[in-house]
C-alpha cells in the first residue's frame, strides 16, 4: 500500500514561477463578505463575477484577481464583481507541501448544492459557501479561475449543457474545451444554481490555466479574465490590453468526457507519463493500473483528460475519459 507522501514524492516537482500576492489587503471588502469586491455601473446590465482560488494553492487566479482590483476597474455597464474564495486554504500554503492547501476540510468545488448548502453540515468549506452563496445567487455570468496539478495546455470546462458551450465559443480562448458533467462526488460552483439550469440564461465558465504554479498559468488567468470582461460587455476593451497576452487566438476544439477513471486502490499507476490531452488510438490501451485491476481505453480516439495522482485515495477521480468532439 503506497502513502499519498509516497505517491507524491515520485512526482514531478514543479518550479515556483510566481509570487503569492498579498491579498490581506482586499480582505474588507464593499459587498459585507471578506474578500468579496463589487462595482456597480449604476447602468442595467449583467452582474459578472470573476472568482479566484476556490482551490487554496491555484493562484493564478489570485494574482489575476488582485492585479485587476489594482487596476481598479469600473464597469460600463451593470456589475462586476471579483472575489477570492478559499483564502483560509491559500494563507495556509506552504511551498514545501504546495498539494496540500487546495482546501481545508473538504473541496470548496463540491459543496455547491442547495442541499448540501441548507444540511446542518459542518466544514470550513460550507461556512465560506454559504457566506458567498448570496452573491453567487445574484451573478448572472462567472469565470471561475482554476489551475491544474501537472504542466498541461489550459482547458476551458463548460459544463455539459448548450448553453455552456456556446459560451465557452462566444469566450473564443483557450483552444481546449471540456464538455463535461463535474463530478459525482459534490457539485461544482460553476453548475450552481441557474449556470445548471439549461432554462436559465446565467452561465458559468471554468477555466483550469496550466499548471499551479507557472509563468503562463499566470498569462492565461490574466488574459481570460480580460476577454471575459469585454465577452460579457461590461468592461471597455482598452481598459484591459495590459491583460491580454498577444497572438494569434487558436481555433477551438471541443472534447465530450464520457466517464471518470476512480481509484479504488492507492496502488494506482499510469502506464504511460500523461499530462493531459493525449489522444489513445485504439480502443483496449491499457492506460492505469489500479491493484489488480487494468484499465483501458473504451474507446478508439480516446482523449486523456487532466490525469494526476497528486490527491489518490480510493473514491479520488485521478482521470476523466473523452472523445473528440467535432459535432456540436
Ligand atoms: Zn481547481
Redesign the pocket.
Known amino acids: 500500500m503506497n502513502t499519498l507522501e509516497q505517491i507524491r514524492a515520485k512526482l514531478q516537482v514543479y518550479p515556483m514561477e510566481v509570487t503569492f500576492p498579498d491579498i490581506r489587503r482586499w480582505q474588507s471588502g464593499n459587498t459585507g463578505v471578506d474578500y468579496v469586491h463589487a462595482f456597480d455601473s449604476g447602468v442595467a446590465g449583467p452582474h459578472v463575477m470573476i472568482m479566484a482560488l476556490?482551490?487554496g494553492n491555484?493562484v493564478s487566479g489570485a494574482i489575476a484577481v488582485d492585479q485587476l482590483l489594482r487596476a481598479g476597474l469600473r464597469p460600463l455597464k451593470g456589475r462586476v464583481t471579483l472575489g477570492f474564495a478559499n483564502v483560509e486554504a491559500y494563507h495556509r500554503f506552504d511551498s514545501k507541501i504546495p498539494d496540500a492547501s487546495?482546501f481545508v476540510d473538504e473541496d470548496l468545488?463540491r459543496v455547491w448544492s442547495a442541499s448540501r448548502l441548507d444540511s446542518g453540515g459542518d466544514s470550513l468549506e460550507l461556512r465560506r459557501a454559504r457566506e458567498l452563496r448570496p452573491i453567487i445567487d445574484s451573478v448572472d455570468f462567472l469565470l471561475d479561475l482554476?489551475?491544474m496539478h501537472e504542466e498541461a495546455p489550459p482547458l476551458l470546462l463548460s459544463g455539459p449543457m448548450q448553453k455552456g458551450i456556446r459560451f465557452a465559443e462566444e469566450t473564443g480562448i483557450p483552444e481546449h474545451v471540456i464538455v463535461d458533467v463535474g463530478h459525482p462526488n459534490g457539485k461544482r460552483m460553476r453548475d450552481y444554481g441557474g449556470f445548471g439550469d439549461a432554462a436559465s440564461p446565467k452561465n458559468a465558465l471554468l477555466i483550469?490555466t496550466g499548471q499551479h504554479f507557472s509563468l503562463r498559468s499566470r498569462d492565461v488567468a490574466l488574459d481570460a479574465a480580460a476577454r471575459f470582461l469585454i465577452k460579457t460587455g461590461v468592461v471597455a476593451a482598452t481598459k484591459l490590453d495590459d491583460f491580454l497576452t498577444p497572438g494569434k487566438i487558436l481555433n477551438q476544439h471541443f472534447f465530450q468526457v464520457t466517464q471518470p477513471i476512480v481509484a479504488d486502490t492507492t496502488d494506482f499507476e499510469f502506464t504511460q507519463d500523461f499530462r493531459g490531452l493525449e489522444l489513445i488510438e485504439h480502443a483496449g490501451t491499457v492506460i492505469a493500473r489500479d491493484g489488480e485491476r487494468e484499465i483501458s481505453t473504451p474507446y478508439d480516439d480516446c482523449v486523456i483528460i487532466m490525469p494526476s495522482l497528486r490527491h489518490l485515495a480510493p473514491g479520488v477521480t485521478v482521470m476523466r475519459l473523452a472523445k473528440v468532439l467535432d459535432d456540436r
Open positions: 476556490t482551490h491555484e487546495r468545488n482554476h489551475s483550469e
